[in-house]
């Protein structure tokens, strides 16, 4: 089974720009859909941006325009770049993934749909 590290947290300035990284081991994240999800202090975990093993993107309406997500299998990484960060953006960031079936994914954004969970890696946005 894949294990998921993410990296690449921290603290920004709104307006600031900062790139996540999830390293996986154990598998090949080209077997996965992957998505990258936050929860805020008092709240539920949400999806922001996911992908599928054909590259196929979405996007929360809160990041679109903002984020992008993007793998490497050459590093066997996937990364979140966010931009025009804001306060809201505030969260603890987690990595998923899920193992494709060879079905058509449709859990893009929704955590319950994924297997694999990294430990997370803190942003903090402020104003």
């Known amino acids: 089974q894949v294990q998921l590290v993410e990296s690449g947290g921290g603290s920004v300035r709104a307006g600031g720009s900062l790139t996540l990284s999830c390293t996986a081991s154990g598998d090949t994240v080209s077997r996965y859909h992957m998505g990258w999800f936050r929860q805020a202090p008092g709240k539920e975990r949400e999806g922001v941006a996911g992908t599928d093993t054909y590259d196929t993107s979405s996007y929360a309406s809160s990041v679109a325009g903002r984020c992008t997500i993007s793998k490497d299998t050459a590093e066997n990484t996937l990364y979140l770049r966010m931009n025009s960060l804001k306060p809201e953006d505030t969260a603890i960031y987690y990595c998923?993934?899920?193992?494709?079936?060879?079905?058509?994914?449709?859990?893009?954004?929704?955590?319950?749909?994924?297997?694999?969970w990294g430990q997370g890696t803190q942003v903090t946005v402020s104003s």
């Open positions: 998923a993934a899920e193992p494709a079936d060879g079905r058509v994914w449709v859990g893009y954004l929704a955590p319950e749909k994924y297997h694999y």
